[in-house]
């Protein structure tokens, strides 16, 4: 893992491996895409509304992985320093919180057809809802700070603090009496899900996953350069103490 | 054809929500790659105004 520290060696990483991950991306979201508007059945009682779930649900997901991404790169911030972890983590929020975003607005599009409401203080949208603020009080904490550095370290600990809503999202819908319906993929004794719905949902959260790692490695890089930047201008201001050069943030 | 756009009669319901996943996730993509092309300039800027001496 020390070896994709060096920033230049994992720009070379990254620069090959982004075609892969952007041509992987579009391929299951086109298949994903296929399965979801056409070749799949509405459902007996919700009808059409069903292909709401094939955004929802994969947004979802990945508003839960890109949270617990996050909070793995914090963790190996602050346990072994490891440079990349604070710019990979500050990479992957803002796409963790428009996850977020995309799964609350598309569960209240489905809401209030289905339920007849656009939102309810149930355990699971109050606990998802807890989640975007996260993410944004991470992005903002991360930004507060003159020194970046101290700004990573402290959104670190905000991330490590707010991952145990990770598994009260996950076990919302079994611990507390919700509106919103319980598992029906991940569970023991497996999906009960349709096949024929089951495709397009895995499908589509595939490609949302080769979605996070291709812009995250977008965001990586700039994060590199940006740092690297920041280091520049800081010399240039050491090396020309009476040049007027101001130091941007 | 008309069938498929009107979504049994939620389309309002569904288009809505492809279209906002579809409008978050492609800005989000663009707004990142809008990014790294900024600063890769910003650094091609510093980089040229840097003394040549310092090229290690």
Known sequence: MHRYANPARFQRLSRAVFPWSAGLTVLFLGLGLWFALFDSPPDYQQGETVRIMYIHVPAAWMALFSYTCVAVASAVLLVWKHPLAELAARAMAPVGASFTAVCLITGSLWGEPMWGTWWVWDARLTSVLVLFFLYLGYIALANAFDDPTRGGRAAAILALVGVVNVPIIKFSVDWWNTLHQPASVMRLGGPSIDPSMLRPLLLMALGFTFYFFTVTLIRIRAEILARRLRALQFAQGAAEPSGIRQVSA | ?56
Not at chain 2, 22 to 39: N, P
């Open chain 2, 1 to 56: 054809m008309s069938s498929f756009f009107a979504m049994g009669g939620y389309a309002a319901y569904v288009w809505p929500a492809y279209g906002v996943a579809a409008a978050v996730l492609i800005g989000v993509w663009i707004a990142s790659v809008r990014g790294l092309r900024a600063r890769e300039s910003e650094i091609e800027a510093v980089e040229a105004e840097r003394p040549r001496r310092e090229r290690r």
